[in-house]
Structures are given as structure tokens and as C-alpha cells.
T-cell receptor
Framework: KQEVTQIPAALSVPEGENLVLNCSFTDSAIYNLQWFRQDPGKGLTSLLLIQSSQREQTSGRLNASLDKSSGRSTLYIAASQPGDSATYLCAVRPNAGNMLTFGGGTRLMVKP | GAGVSQSPSNKVTEKGKDVELRCDPISGHTALYWYRQSLGQGLEFLIYFQGNSAPDKSGLPSDRFSAERTGGSVSTLTIQRTQQEDSAVYLC?????????????FGSGTRLTVV
């Protein structure tokens, strides 16, 4: 059974810092990995999708990497802003099957 | 539509009543998923629809939960005889078929409170 773990569970940083969120998964037979953002009381917003054959994806200040063989992904946020404050979730989609398995999330607070 | 639409956004119901939650996926998305997020918990898979195939119901927590998808588009999640432990945010997502490798698009969710 796939298990997805996110570390740290919570993170508080001053504005302007670069930061790294970590996601690890136990079964490397994944089809893709997706990073989401969730604001309080809201649904999930997709940030980046990495296919299993890819090593990284970039969007603006966000960069996500994938090391499938070691079961790890990182989300790098450059020059953090208070508006980045949210919960960040990673989810993996298996090669066989259709459901995403989610990590528990990292709750990020960027202080002005 | 431009995104996944869920209604109602909030629902408060008395214990023992039935509720229906609606999801309108992105036009053209053949796959539709329901997830549940309880307070302080991660996302829990409930059910998956793909085209005209039989749905994957493996995540439904009890026989009080059921879902249908009419015409390959709108889906309704029904919870019968609601219990307080059913209180959660119910999220719907849709995607293209997996061959395209596209990710999921989520709706804003329905926050269900059973009192």
C-alpha cells in the first residue's frame, strides 16, 4: 500500500526566504506526482504536475523535483511571500489504479 | 465549465437525515473522483467514475454512502442517515483519461456539518 509522507508538517518563515518542502512515497511505481495548494476552507489548487519520466517542473517561483527511484519529491519556493501562506499537499498517482494518495500536507506560514 | 463546480458550498444537517452533494466536472473530463477531508486529516478517496465503466467504490466507508454519475457528467454523492462522524469537507475532482497524463482539477468542496 502506497504511503506518502510530508515533512515538515508545519513551517513558519520570514518573508523573502527560499524554502523547501519535502514529500516521500514508499512505492516507486508511480504514474505522476502532483503538488497542490489548499487555502483554509477552500478546495485544492494544482501547482505542478510531474510525470514519472520527468525530473522537475517549474512555474514562476515554484520548482518541483522528482526522484522516483528514491521515492522523493521536493517543492522549492523562491523568495517567499505572505500570499504563499497555505497548506501544500503532494499526491502520487500509481501506474496501476486510478486514485491519488495524498500526503498529510505542510502548513506554511510566511510572516511579513 | 471553466472549473469543477460543487454545490452546496456548505450544508448543515441533523443527524439521521439524508444529504445530496453535487459535482459538475470540467466539460470533456471523462474521469470524476470524490474525496473526503475530515478536520485535521488527510484526503480520503471515496469513489471514482471513468466513462461508462463500473465505478470504483472501494473507498466508500459504509453502505450509507452512494454516488452516481448521470450522462457521464454531473455526479451526486448521497449520504443516508447521516452521522456526526460524516462531518467533513467533500471534494470532487475531474481529469482527462490517464493516457493523457493530465492531473486532477478539484472543486472548492462542500463542507458538511452534521449536528
Amino acid at each position: 500500500k502506497q504511503e506518502v509522507t510530508q515533512i515538515p508538517a508545519a513551517l513558519s518563515v520570514p518573508e523573502g526566504e527560499n524554502l523547501v518542502l519535502n514529500c516521500s512515497f514508499t512505492d516507486s511505481a508511480i504514474y505522476n506526482l502532483q503538488w497542490f495548494r489548499q487555502d483554509p476552507g477552500k478546495g485544492l489548487t494544482s501547482l505542478l504536475l510531474i510525470q514519472s519520466s520527468q525530473r522537475e517542473q517549474t512555474s514562476g517561483r515554484l520548482n518541483a523535483s522528482l526522484d522516483k527511484s528514491s521515492g522523493r519529491s521536493t517543492l522549492y519556493i523562491a523568495a517567499s511571500q505572505p500570499g504563499d501562506s497555505a497548506t501544500y499537499l503532494c499526491a502520487v498517482r500509481p501506474n496501476a489504479g486510478n486514485m491519488l494518495t495524498f500526503g498529510g500536507g505542510t502548513r506554511l506560514m510566511v510572516k511579513p | 465549465g471553466a472549473g469543477v463546480s460543487q454545490s452546496p458550498s456548505n450544508k448543515v444537517t441533523e443527524k439521521g437525515k439524508d444529504v445530496e452533494l453535487r459535482c459538475d466536472p470540467i466539460s470533456g473530463h471523462t474521469a470524476l473522483y470524490w474525496y473526503r477531508q475530515s478536520l485535521g486529516q488527510g484526503l480520503e478517496f471515496l469513489i471514482y467514475f471513468q466513462g461508462n465503466s463500473a465505478p470504483d467504490k472501494s473507498g466508500l466507508p459504509s453502505d450509507r454512502f452512494s454516488a452516481e454519475r448521470t450522462g457521464g457528467s454531473v455526479s451526486t454523492l448521497t449520504i443516508q442517515r447521516t452521522q456526526q462522524e460524516d462531518s467533513a469537507v467533500y471534494l470532487c475532482a475531474s481529469s482527462f483519461i490517464r493516457a493523457g497524463g493530465n492531473g486532477y482539477t478539484f472543486g472548492s468542496g462542500t463542507r458538511l456539518t452534521v449536528v
